[in-house]
């Protein structure tokens, strides 16, 4: 039976290879209709779903100049990244929608980025260079479906700039605060036919100052410093008016000193080296030639009735319509090292490959289609390799019904190597949109969504803490919401949530009989964690010098204490201004709300107040674009607020800054 079960994935896997080397091989000679997508990204995969997303633009981005990624996503509802407003370089929690790291999935340009050596199997937020971004897109829900494990409270995708310009253009820029704080970065751009560049290097450093709070004990804790060196380019080559390839290559190196605890200062470093090499290839399809005998394989190795009918919808698909597809690989070697009273060295190598074809088999249906494989390794302290392996298939169908009402539904299949197991995820998503005027509608939608977030590898294998008997961590989810579209100046959404998390996975302390604590293990955790909540948020260009934007988030936690940390409720407002054609002006507020959180000995909780955080931001240009001055203030009314106990945040702080192209 465990052979069976073996040869069984194998033919499965090997016919989804035939299938997708039958899709690049054949498909891009075939003409097609010139109204097909010009591409697969977040924004189109959702337009027609039940989700909501929101975007930071490049506009965005220049002003609230100076601002990290995730200070950035701080301002955006729902959004709470622990750390951002602590010490530069303090190690971050993404909470989008009462989840955490592991339940939310991060992409670059579209390509899964993962760590394999941490607990949560993230990718660090502190890694980006904030001037290599053009957007930032976030969706928040379940959508493991269309993107694997891990997606289960938000999807993030950070788009790199591309370049537009003909001859190499060069931009420098120096940035200068708080805490002896410093930024320098140079970036080249180009295109030469159809060959386009971008690539630039930064290094920021910080004297920072103690992250644990000194408490009763008055100054003396040392400073937690930081230092952030990185290299990244990306180069696209237009192989043909339909097909493009696409590399980006990055080298990051982060140190950063770190305490032992809350209330407790220590010297303890903390260094991080990642190296990630992608490749994305996009082009068009059309009926493809090997797509049946490509299906018919899959048929055979189907033994189920739901393998059964995933495949023949993969061999439907490929053999009917035109569209496009996009073919994703890459590669990330991490190296992940504590030096303190506990020292850890581990090593950290994934693999992801994804082929995904979105094709439209006509005007009422269309059709996405995908396969995703996963390597991970780690190799911890004591030498020893740990490694998982994913299979995915998964299928996405978007039914236009009518010109007013559609139904997005999909479903994903993997196969796990590690656990020996085979999960099935599922979504469906009713639209309705219902015209105002001529540039005014109304969409009315929802979903139902089913995800999972595996173990990593560091919680299976990590020593003194590893569980190799961890089950997948499973949840179901659905919303209800609405948006508003009034031209194009005013945009207001509004959602209900709920979600429903079993097997959730945490560290848990383990007592003697005598109730002395003698460590700690990550386990499943016995019954359900649940959550609902209110979102919403308006976006509304006054005229083209006036922006204003404000957002609104309400979470009811059933169980609290499975939700530390995690604010209950969060509401900002942000404007921008332009004083002149050549100066612009931006304020943003944030309240966080209320939090539960444990005391260190871990024997009370204590209930953290709420708080309040208010950024200014500016920028002039001088001699055209050509030289620009921008600063910005940080916490300006020097609030004291706590936003993790134990540890001190930011007081007001600045940072000014000036770019120059050459």
Same mark, same amino acid.
């Given at each position: ?9 194998? &033919? ?78 303090? %190690?971050?929690?993404? @909470?989008?929608?009462?989840?955490? @790291? ?25 890694? =980006? ?57 140079? #970036? ?103 797509? $049946?005998? &490509? ?40 190296? !992940? ?38 390597? @991970? ?25 009518? =010109? ?48 999972? /977030?595996? =173990?990593?590898?560091?919680?299976? $294998? ?57 460590? %700690? ?52 407002? !942000? ?24 005391? =260190? ?23 055209? #674009?050509?030289? /620009?001055?921008?600063? $910005?203030? #940080? ?24 770019? $120059?192209?050459?």
């Amino acid at each position: 039976m465990k052979y069976s079960r073996e040869l069984f994935r194998i &033919a499965v896997v090997t016919g989804l290879l035939w299938s997708f080397w039958s899709m690049e091989a054949h498909g891009q000679n075939n003409e097609s209709d010139q109204n097909d997508n010009k591409g697969i990204t977040m924004e189109s995969l959702v337009a027609k779903a039940g989700y909501t997303t929101h975007k930071i633009t490049r506009k965005d981005i220049q002003r609230l100049s100076g601002f990290t990624v995730a200070e950035l996503l701080n301002t955006l509802p729902g959004v709470h990244i622990g750390g951002a407003v602590g010490t530069p370089g303090s %190690a971050l929690t993404y @909470n989008f929608r009462g989840g955490k @790291n592991r339940q939310t999935l991060i992409l670059l340009d579209g390509v899964l980025l993962n760590d394999p050596s941490s607990l949560a199997n993230d990718y660090d937020l502190r890694l =980006p260079d904030v001037s290599m971004i053009e957007q930032i897109e976030v969706l928040k829900g379940g959508a493991l479906a269309l993107y694997g494990s891990g997606a289960v409270a938000a999807v993030i995708n950070i788009q790199l700039k591309e370049s537009q310009v003909g001859k190499p253009e060069y931009t420098v820029s120096q940035s200068l605060g708080s805490f002896l704080s410093s930024n320098t970065m140079a #970036r080249v751009e180009g295109r030469s036919f159809r060959f386009g560049y971008v690539a630039s290097t930064s290094l920021g450093i910080s004297r920072g100052f103690s992250a644990a709070d000194e408490g009763d004990l008055g100054a003396g804790f040392g400073n937690d410093g930081f230092l952030k060196f990185s290299t990244r380019a990306k180069m696209t080559f237009d192989k043909s008016q339909e097909a493009k390839h696409q590399y980006n290559f990055s080298f990051d190196y982060l140190k950063s000193g770190y305490d032992d605890g809350a209330f407790m200062d220590a010297d303890n470093q903390f260094s991080l080296t990642q190296f990630n090499l992608s490749r994305v290839k996009t082009g068009r399809v059309g009926k493809l030639k090997g797509g $049946a005998g &490509a299906g018919g394989m899959l048929l055979m190795s189907s033994p189920s009735p739901t393998l059964l009918g995933n495949s023949l919808l993969s061999a439907l698909g490929m053999s009917l319509g035109t569209g496009h597809y996009r073919s994703k690989l890459s590669l990330n070697l991490v190296n !992940r090292k504590f030096d303190s009273s506990f020292p850890s060295n581990v090593n950290g190598f994934s693999v992801n490959y994804n082929n995904e074809m979105n094709r439209k088999i006509s005007r009422w249906l269309s059709w996405i289609i995908g396969f995703q494989s996963q390597w @991970n390794f780690m190799k911890n302290p004591n030498k020893n390799i740990s490694w998982s392996i994913f299979f995915s298939n998964y299928q996405q169908l978007a039914f236009q019904i009518s =010109p007013e009402f559609s139904i997005t539904t999909g479903g994903r299949m993997t196969f796990y190597k590690t656990l020996r197991d085979i999960n099935f995820v599922y979504n469906i998503n009713p639209t309705y949109t219902l015209r105002l005027g001529s540039d005014n509608f109304l969409k009315l939608f929802g979903s139902y969504a089913t995800a999972f /977030v595996a =173990p990593t590898l560091a919680q299976i $294998a990590t020593p003194r803490f590893g569980n190799g008997s961890l089950d997948v961590e499973e949840s179901t989810s659905w919303e209800i919401g609405s948006s508003l579209y009034l031209g194009k100046s005013f945009t207001i959404n509004l959602e209900y949530f709920n979600r429903t998390e079993e097997n959730a996975i945490d560290l848990v302390t383990l007592y003697d009989e005598f109730g002395n604590r003698i460590g %700690a293990i990550y386990s499943n955790i016995d019954g359900q964690r649940e959550l609902s909540g209110v979102e919403a948020d308006f976006r509304y260009e006054v005229n083209s010098s006036f922006q204003l934007s404000a957002h609104f988030a309400k979470y009811r936690f059933e169980n609290p204490s499975m939700f530390y940390q995690i604010p209950d409720l969060k509401y900002g407002l !942000r404007a921008t201004y332009n004083l002149s054609r050549k100066t612009n002006f931006g304020l943003n507020y944030s309240h966080f709300g209320e939090r539960e959180e444990l005391t =260190p000995d871990e024997t009370s909780t204590i209930s953290l107040r709420g708080f309040n955080v208010v950024d200014i931001s500016f920028a002039h240009e001088l001699k055209g #674009r050509d030289l /620009v001055i921008n600063g $910005a203030v #940080r916490n300006l009314l020097n609030e004291g607020f706590v936003d993790l106990y134990g540890f001190k945040r930011r007081p007001i702080s600045f940072n000014i800054g000036i770019a $120059a192209k050459l």
